[in-house]
């Protein structure tokens, strides 16, 4: 791992731990905020109803995805999980939209941005493969690697069905010299 992943991610992370930590333990100032898109969630997608629960799970999941990433265990997942709690969290907690004051806007504008800032980290170190090929690389390898293999089958199998007719005809041409000489 280089320098640079050693520091960018428990810097990247930190912030997502404290959230999460605070979220968890402190859930109900957010509460309010989540109601109504908690009340949008169908119960089909089987997350909790309850504002409270949400926001605490989102919290959790946002420590210990955060915790993941900074210690480098899973990066790729728990930049994932980290875009997939930002989301809500930004939505319900920063609705500069919502805002009638200017002051309060332009704060709520600010820290949305900062979110959105976080949320483009996040995004970055879920495409980072350490310098390694990625799964569609590798998926397209493997294609190209099959398609020779199917080709080099093929090749081999007309040759042994040439080999096979060539020995099928000296082995037909010496029978008929042999009953040739025979009846000679």
Same mark, same amino acid.
């Given at each position: 791992? $280089? +320098? #640079? ?10 912030? &997502? +731990? ?13 509460? @309010?905020?989540?109601?109504?898109? #908690?009340?949008? +969630?169908?119960?089909?997608? /089987?997350?909790?109803?309850?504002? @409270?629960? &949400? #926001? ?8 210990? %995805? ?9 990066? *790729?997942?728990? =930049? ?15 609705? &500069? ?6 002051? %309060?806007?332009?704060?709520? *504008?600010?820290? &949305?941005? *900062? ?6 980290? $996040? ?19 493997? #294609?190209?690697?099959? @398609?020779? %293999?199917?080709? *080099?089958?093929?090749?081999? =199998?007309?040759?042994?069905? /040439?080999? $096979? ?14 009953? /040739?000489?025979?009846?000679?």
């Amino acid at each position: 791992m $280089t +320098i #640079v992943r050693r520091l960018a991610r428990p810097l990247l992370a930190v912030s &997502f +731990i404290s959230a999460g930590v605070d979220a968890a333990l402190h859930p109900r100032p957010r509460a @309010e905020a989540m109601r109504p898109l #908690v009340r949008r +969630i169908p119960a089909a997608a /089987h997350l909790p109803q309850d504002p @409270e629960v &949400f #926001v605490r799970a989102n919290g959790v999941v946002m420590a210990g %995805a955060g915790a993941l990433l900074a210690l480098g265990r899973l990066p *790729r997942l728990s =930049a994932l999980a980290l875009a997939a709690t930002l989301v809500p969290a930004t939505y319900a907690d920063h609705a &500069f939209w919502q805002e009638k004051d200017a002051t %309060a806007r332009r704060d709520q *504008r600010a820290l &949305f941005l *900062r979110d959105a800032g976080l949320l483009g980290g $996040t995004l970055l170190a879920l495409v980072d493969t350490e310098g390694r090929p990625g799964l569609a690389w590798r998926g397209r390898r493997a #294609v190209r690697s099959a @398609e020779k %293999a199917g080709k *080099r089958a093929a090749r081999e =199998a007309r040759r042994t069905t /040439h080999a $096979t007719r060539r020995s099928a005809r000296e082995a037909r041409r010496s029978v008929t010299a042999s009953v /040739h000489h025979a009846l000679d």
